[in-house]
T-cell receptor, first 115, second 115 residues
Framework: GAGVSQTPSNKVTEKGKYVELRCDPI?????LYWYRQSLGQGPEFLIY????????DSGLPNDRFFAVRPEGSVSTLKIQRTERGDSAVYLC?????????????FGEGSRLTVL | AQKVTQAQTEISVVEKEDVTLDCVYE???????LFWYKQPPSGELVFLIR??????QNEISGRYSWNFQKSTSSFNFTITASQVVDSAVYFC????????????FGKGTRLHILP
């Protein structure tokens, strides 16, 4: 499809395991964002890419979280040594150009459950 | 500080009633955008409207209308003649263009339209 695609849609893992979440943005969009949404909360900013580089990673909660976008398209959010508090929906969004108007196109999210 | 406050956590109205969702924001920037997004049960955030800080003209789109008042730092959203399909979580968001390249979301208002 033409929208932002996220996989997996659901991921259940055990505490301490490593997890990767993938985001395929809209073709041609240079800006890519990761947000995290906990139950009953609004999306919380994690990291933003402009092209291949992370322009702002100030929202990553700690060094267990890391994200890459090696070719300026698909991005992977990586979580090491998962903890129960990491359980949330991880939302990816893309935008034609982060410097324009800020309108984001969101995927349906990856629901992560850490047991 | 950059902040968005949606004081109404949850609202229930009977179908065909009008309902207003409140949004108050804080920013030190003079140039910013405000947004409303809708999150239906499917989970995907859907863009509804974007407003530039220099344009206080109210906007109407079908049954939706938005009231932007810089004097009170508010950007309220009204649904006229509500329908069951309007049931969703609605998020107000702020994009402070001079400071960050990330959109800051409020915690959302869950709207129930009762048949």
């Amino acid at each position: 499809g033409a929208g932002v695609s996220q996989t997996p849609s659901n991921k259940v893992t055990e505490k301490g395991k490593y997890v990767e979440l993938r985001c395929d943005p809209i073709s041609g969009h240079t800006a890519l964002y990761w947000y995290r949404q906990s139950l009953g909360q609004g999306p919380e900013f994690l990291i933003y890419f402009q092209g291949t580089g992370a322009a702002d990673d100030s929202g990553l909660p700690n060094d267990r979280f890391f994200a890459v976008r090696p070719e300026g398209s698909v991005s992977t959010l990586k979580i090491q040594r998962t903890e129960r508090g990491d359980s949330a929906v991880y939302l990816c969004a893309s935008s034609p150009d982060a410097g324009n108007t800020g309108e984001l196109f969101f995927g349906e999210g990856s629901r992560l459950t850490v047991l | 500080a950059q902040k968005v406050t949606q004081a109404q956590t949850e609202i229930s109205v009977v179908e065909k009633e009008d309902v207003t969702l409140d949004c108050v924001y804080e920013t030190r920037d003079t140039t910013y955008y405000l947004f409303w997004y809708k999150q239906p049960p499917s989970g995907e955030l859907v863009f509804l409207i974007r407003r530039n800080s220099f344009d206080e003209q109210n906007e109407i789109s079908g049954r939706y209308s938005w009231n932007f008042q810089k004097s009170t730092s508010s950007f309220n959203f009204t649904i006229t003649a509500s329908q069951v399909v309007d049931s969703a979580v609605y998020f107000c968001a702020l994009y402070p263009m001079n400071r960050d390249d990330k959109i800051i979301f409020g915690k959302g208002t869950r709207l129930h339209i009762l048949p």
